[in-house]
């Protein structure tokens, strides 16, 4: 649980820790959507080169990014062998095959790429949340949907959620951390190899954490309400977000990398050494 880096922050006073949340945000966004664009090893490359940059621009250690990766490497590992094992390539003789089930080198090929894009859009995710504050995240998110307020969708109490979602992740983790130390001492089985065992030994874990859970989300309404918190109409903000010209070059550099990641996918110009650059 402790490798979990969501609602983490790590401080500093870099460029990327000062950046506007909402230009942080919007690059996210254009990032997301430019892993899915990525179909080379070449392309999976040059967006990594520019992703461990950013993470030495914000002097956050790699080691602490990369903790991101273990809560899901055992999905990660578990989809690359279903893809290994399942993937038909009739054009191709197999590698490898037994009863049922072939392996082709196309597949180990898509398997990696499918690795690697996990891992890309966990590891952006991760450094957003360790160069910005849960409250920055937030207030990014809610003056993003300002415009959703004209159609009367509530964005001051959806962002409101997120923050207090992304406060209490840490502060969970740490009651987790506790309450298994506590039924290790009694003697549950967490390490055991039996599954159902594993199972059985999480559950006296599980109910005293929604108890607290509830406990916690009850003495926050009521520290809400002894404040007389009414809603977003008329409250006022202690930090306003401002826009300066490095958050726009920022944003600009990523859609020049995004375009990039297009130009190796179409090769709009046709040149010739597009397509010996990767598999």
């Known amino acids: 649980m402790r490798d979990l880096t969501v609602g983490q922050y ?3 006073n870099s460029v990327v820790h000062r950046a506007d949340p909402r230009f942080k945000l919007l690059i996210l966004c254009v990032y997301f959507v ?3 664009f990525c179909d080379t090893f070449f392309s999976f490359a040059f967006v990594t080169v520019f992703v461990l940059v950013t993470v030495f621009i914000a002097r956050v250690p790699l080691l602490k990014v990369l903790k991101g990766i273990r809560p899901v490497l055992i999905v990660l590992l578990f989809t690359t062998a279903l893809m290994i094992v399942f993937y038909r390539d009739e054009s191709a003789a197999p590698l490898a095959e037994w009863w049922i089930f072939k392996i082709y080198l196309s597949g180990i090929y898509a398997s990696l790429k499918l690795a690697w894009r996990l891992l890309l859009l966990v590891l952006m995710p991760s450094l957003l949340t ?19 307020k004209w159609i009367k969708v509530p964005v001051h109490e959806l962002a409101l959620i997120m923050s207090i979602a992304l406060r209490l992740i840490p502060t969970l983790v ?5 309450i298994m130390n506590a039924q290790k001492a009694r003697c549950a089985e967490f390490d055991s190899r039996n599954p159902f065992k594993k199972i059985k030994a999480m559950l006296p874990v599980l109910i005293p954490l929604f108890v607290s859970s509830f406990r916690r989300a009850d003495e926050l309404a009521d520290a809400m309400d002894s404040r007389c918190y009414r ?9 306003k977000l401002k826009c300066r010209a490095g958050d726009v070059i920022a944003l600009l550099f990523w859609c ?8 190796l996918k179409y ?3 046709n040149w010739a050494f597009i397509p010996l650059l990767g598999i």
Do not use: H, Q
């Not at 809603?231 to 930090?239: D, H, I, L, V, Y």
């Open 256 to 263: 020049a990398v995004f375009v990039c990641v297009l130009f």
């Open 174 to 178: 740490d009651e987790t951390d506790k």
């Open 231 to 239: 809603g977003a109409k008329g409250r006022t903000r202690m930090k």
């Open 130 to 148: 360790l160069t910005s504050t849960p409250t920055e995240i937030c207030d990014g998110w809610e003056s993003l949907l300002t415009p959703l």
């Open 267 to 269: 090769n709009w110009l």
């Open 10 to 12: 790590y401080p500093s």
């Open 34 to 36: 430019m892993v899915f």
